[in-house]
């Protein structure tokens, strides 16, 4: 795996709007510096996510210093939202996960994200990311804690493997659906320069100073059948991952991790095997 290099950063500020990508990022022990520390919840305090709206993935929100964010999507004027002041949380719902969240201090951003989406929403903000979730204890070592991301701190995904997956996908029933870009697995980390399903045999990576705890592979569900360009849904990769990558009865793409320790990962960076 010499020649292995980070090919590419993706962030994504608001948990199940559009990725944002970036040249570098600060890794810290819940994830990526600004990746999904906000999200949208129901007003029965559920998450909100393109499983039942798909629409999200035309919503964008870019990061602004201090951690507020600048919200934009088709047809909506752009509209800036700081980390509340507030000190007072509320009770989410992260499917099996209860967590402790902030309420955007401004009605404008609840009212912005509900327009959008047709239906009442509101937006809440992770304070204190050190505390508030731990990872699943059937995984987790002792203290380790994730944001609002599904289950895990990132989640790396390889060129290599998507070049494997879109062949099948392209000899198969649903080959139209192809081939499908990298987005519709709404990796943090893509790696180039590896064989393709490479990263199954891994436990420990270094993605240039930063080591990475290569915990299970990433189950997917309807998300990835998301066009992130139009929200439109398809029959891939579900179809060709459930022929052909099953791990435990689900089909799976890509690899969670927790992260060591802190520190930074710049696109080009090294990629090495640690054990």
């Given at each position: 795996m010499g020649k292995a290099r980070l090919r590419s950063i993706h962030v994504h500020p608001v948990k199940a709007f559009r990725s944002l990508s970036l040249r570098e990022v600060v890794v810290e022990p819940w994830g990526p510096a600004g990746d999904r520390r906000w999200m949208l919840i129901d007003d029965g305090g559920k998450v909100v996510t393109q499983r039942r709206q798909p629409r999200l993935a035309l919503a964008a929100a870019e990061l602004l210093p201090g951690g507020g964010v600048r919200l934009s999507a088709p047809g909506m004027e752009p509209l800036t939202v700081p980390v509340p002041r507030g000190v007072v949380t509320v009770p989410t719902q992260l499917f099996r996960d209860e967590?402790?969240?902030?309420?955007?201090?401004?009605?404008?951003?609840?009212?912005?994200?509900?327009?959008?989406?047709?239906?009442?929403?509101?937006?809440?903000?992770?304070?204190?990311?050190?505390?508030?979730?731990?990872?699943?204890?059937?995984?987790?070592?002792?203290?380790?804690t994730v944001a609002f991301a599904d289950g895990f701190p990132l989640l790396l995904t390889t060129t290599a493997s998507l070049d494997a997956l879109n062949s099948l996908i392209a000899g198969g029933p649903h080959a139209a659906d192809g081939p499908l870009p990298m987005n519709r697995f709404r990796p943090n980390l893509v790696v180039s320069g590896t064989e393709p399903w490479a990263e199954d045999g891994w436990s420990r990576v270094a993605v240039g100073e930063v080591v990475l705890r290569v915990v299970k592979s990433c189950g997917r569900c309807v998300v990835t059948t998301t066009d992130q360009a139009t929200a439109?849904?398809?029959?891939?990769?579900?179809?060709?991952?459930?022929?052909?990558?099953?791990?435990?009865?689900?089909?799976?793409?890509?690899?969670?991790?927790?992260?060591?320790?802190r520190g930074t990962v710049r696109a080009g960076d090294p990629v090495r095997i640690v054990d």
């Open positions: 967590v402790e969240a902030l309420p955007a201090d401004d009605a404008a951003a609840h009212d912005w994200c509900s327009a959008f989406l047709g239906a009442e929403v509101r937006l809440v903000h992770l304070d204190d990311p050190a505390a508030r979730r731990p990872v699943d204890p059937r995984y987790a070592l002792p203290g380790e439109g849904r398809g029959a891939e990769p579900l179809h060709t991952l459930g022929r052909h990558r099953r791990v435990d009865g689900k089909p799976v793409f890509g690899q969670n991790l927790v992260p060591v320790g």
